[in-house]
Antibody, heavy 114, light 111 residues
């Protein structure tokens, strides 16, 4: 069974940082492109970032480029999202998903508020 | 950036009747490798989205055959042959031909 489990969300002040993790099991992890997708409360889905299976290729949505950094550790079957300079508008549930969007985690809530 | 629009944004349906959602892209979704990376997701309240259809017309594992996808280029359609109560929720089209974007969502609800 494929499982993706996000962690690391929480409450942070504007300008602060958080690091999200996503532990993956049931997949040949290093063969999979991985992405982060977020969803603000009551809103639609927004793609945030993607990383290649090797970790050598990354890309970001314009809304987070320069503030967020995606990485992965294939020895730990884990993908990360380092989020810096957080803004109120970054408040959302962050989902870890595989490149084909077939497998989703339950999400972790990030709240940016003073 | 590729923009996806969906119609309708809200769809009242009758159980047992068909339903259809359209998705239009601001540019062709045919990738340089020849594939068209257009998919459909379904989200129920409080749950993560679930993939229904990938590459226009391929049902993901476990998806009932009452769901079907069609289209090409910039115009795509998701059809439900006979709506069941569990089908309510929000449907999103998405593209992964050029990075990734999602449509605004269509809320399917029972009349």
């Amino acid at each position: 069974e494929v499982q993706l489990l996000e962690s690391g969300g929480g409450l942070v002040q504007p300008g602060g940082s958080l690091r999200l993790s996503c532990a993956v099991s049931g997949l040949n992890f290093s063969n999979y492109v991985m992405s982060w997708v977020r969803q603000a409360r009551g809103k639609g889905l927004e793609w945030i970032s993607v990383i290649s299976g090797s970790g050598g290729g990354t890309n970001y949505a314009a809304s987070v480029r320069g503030r967020f950094r995606i990485s992965r550790d294939n020895s730990k079957n884990t993908v990360y999202l380092q989020m810096n300079s957080l803004r109120v508008e970054d408040t959302a549930v962050f989902y870890c998903v595989d490149g084909g969007l077939g497998y989703w985690g339950r999400g972790t809530l990030v709240t940016v508020s003073s | 950036d590729i923009v996806l629009t969906q119609t309708p944004l809200s769809s009242p349906v009758t159980l047992g009747q068909p339903a259809s959602i359209s998705c239009r892209s601001s540019q062709s979704l045919v990738h340089s490798d020849g594939s068209t990376y257009l998919g459909w997701l379904h989200q129920r309240p409080g749950q993560p989205p679930r993939l229904l259809i990938y590459k226009v017309s391929n049902r993901f594992s476990g998806v009932p055959d009452r769901f079907s996808g069609s289209g090409a280029g910039t115009d795509f359609t998701l059809k439900i042959s006979r709506v069941e109560a569990e089908d309510v929720g929000i449907y999103y089209c998405m593209q992964a031909t050029q990075l990734m974007t999602f449509g605004p969502g269509t809320e399917l609800h029972i009349k």
